[in-house]
């Protein structure tokens, strides 16, 4: 035990010194109190070093609760007895000191004179040490012929390692071995562990049918023909037993799966049935669209004008305001131009048959095919030119919905009630399109998934390693009934 010392430190002194990131805070309260009672000996001496509860905020001196200043250095969060009792869940942290991860050993010690002179001493009188070089200096390696005690001529023989680097006769050996031993190292290092079997060990009679051959070692068979001979007659003997238990006793998945497959199939249909009258849709709105080329002119579908088209709002895009009457168009174009910032692409390339809705631009940069619906995409696909003598043809309803059979015949150039109304009809039938493909896509995987399913319940290996006892029918059996 080391003597008390005798000369008080102040309590700056003390602070600096236990200069933890952690307790700043709480030091600097500490040399602000001045005859306060700490710890549990309800002293005020704070000339000796002390630790602080994280809890509680007390402070404590080390040598009354067993923590010496070493000891806080490593310690992150430190919480008192009385704390740790109220409260079990709190505990001591300490703070991750790093540890040297593992290496080669290195034996600091070089031998002494002494030892080299009784190794020098030790080898024969014929063959002469230098005593200085790796060879000499070195200790055995405990795997060779020589370590293992394998003698020469009723000699003891060296390590190949201790041979001296200096004798002539023994550079080139010394060599050799080191090679060998690199050879061998390299051999283990990449062949693998095997694992021995100890129930097939020693000579054994191999399993296949009519064989009296000796089994190979760790193996039940002396060839890979028997093992498939033993395979084909246990199949042969269990498979027929199997089928016959499936026949009579149907599986309850098996009821299901063919209930879901049925439920898979008749929405299939209806979605066949969606995607006919989107192409009937389709092929409709390109006879109104040949229709209104067709027409002729009416100058006076523009003059009946409501008391809305004066009133302004403000546009969803841009913020700005606008006037009702070309709110339609400016929005359209704020939309367009915001949409072709962004960007929508794939490395793959659409491949549907007889459609070609979505825009596929190749963009040799970033290596994709753009991804945005043909009609909608105002980067790659631009509209039309409208000449002054195309008409609007947008067809008219009475009731948001009910058809009138006729057709707006004003210019489609100054129709702003009606713009790009073919646009939007086209845009909402490709979308569609897209959501039953989509819907399409997914009920075939639903039914593969069954297939497969019921594929492999009456399959040859889910009927060998898989059997349900059927209560019913063994009582049967066991009755004579069958």
Not at 17 to 40: H, M, N, V, W
Not at 261 to 283: F, P
Request: charged letters at 30%; a positive charge.
């Amino acid at each position: 035990m080391s003597e008390p010392k005798k000369s008080k430190k102040s309590k700056e002194e003390i602070a600096k010194e236990f200069d933890l990131p952690e307790r700043k805070s709480k030091i600097a309260t500490i040399l602000k109190q001045d005859g306060q009672a700490y710890c549990l000996c309800r002293s005020s001496d704070s000339s000796r070093f002390m630790i602080c509860c994280d809890a509680c905020e007390e402070w404590y001196h080390g040598d009354c609760i067993n923590v010496s200043e070493k000891e806080a250095k490593h310690i992150k969060h430190y919480y008192c007895q009385r704390c740790k009792e109220d409260d079990p869940s709190l505990q001591t942290v300490f703070r991750l000191v790093p540890v040297p991860g593992p290496g080669p050993h290195i034996d600091e010690k070089k031998p002494t004179k002494k030892k080299r002179e009784k190794s020098a001493c030790a080898s024969s009188s014929s063959e002469k040490r230098c005593g200085h070089c790796e060879g000499c200096l070195a200790e055995n390696c405990g795997h060779c012929d020589a370590c293992q005690g394998q003698t020469k001529n009723g000699r003891k023989q060296r390590c190949e390692l201790r041979i001296c680097s200096n004798c002539p006769s023994r550079k080139k050996d010394r060599a050799a071995f080191k090679a060998s031993a690199r050879i061998k190292k390299r051999r283990r290092s990449l062949t693998p562990e095997v694992i021995l079997n100890p129930a097939l060990q020693g000579d054994r009679q191999c399993y296949g049918p009519g064989c009296i051959m000796t089994a190979r070692p760790q193996s039940k068979y002396c060839s890979n023909e028997c093992g498939m001979k033993l395979a084909t007659t246990r199949i042969f003997q269990v498979l027929p037993q199997r089928i016959q238990e499936w026949s009579l006793s149907p599986a309850v998945g098996e009821e299901q799966n063919k209930k879901a497959l049925e439920s898979i199939r008749m929405k299939q249909t209806i979605v066949r049935a969606t995607l006919a009258e989107l192409d009937k849709r389709h092929a409709e709105l390109d006879l109104l669209v040949e229709r209104a080329k067709r027409c002729t002119l009416d100058p006076n579908a523009l003059e009946n004008t409501d008391a809305e088209d004066e009133m302004s709002m403000y546009c969803i895009t841009c913020g700005h305001e606008i006037h009702s009457k070309t709110a339609i168009r400016h929005m359209e174009k704020c939309f367009n131009k915001y949409e072709s910032q962004a960007s929508f692409g794939s490395i793959f390339k659409t491949r549907i048959d007889g459609n070609s809705m979505f825009c596929d631009f190749y963009n040799p940069a970033s290596k994709t095919y753009c991804k945005r619906l043909r009609v909608l995409c105002p980067e790659h696909c631009k509209d039309p030119k409208v000449s002054d003598t195309d008409v609007c043809g947008c067809p008219l309803v009475k009731n948001v919905f009910q058809l009138t059979g006729e057709f707006c015949r004003a210019p489609k150039k100054s129709c702003f009630k009606h713009y790009v109304w073919e646009k939007i009809r086209r845009a909402e039938i490709d979308l569609e399109r897209v959501r039953q493909w989509l819907k399409m896509d997914e009920l075939v995987e639903q039914e593969r998934q069954v297939r497969q399913a019921m594929a492999s319940r009456a399959g040859v290996l889910g009927l060998m390693l898989h059997s349900t006892y059927n209560h019913e029918l063994m009582e049967k059996l066991c009755a004579g009934k069958f």
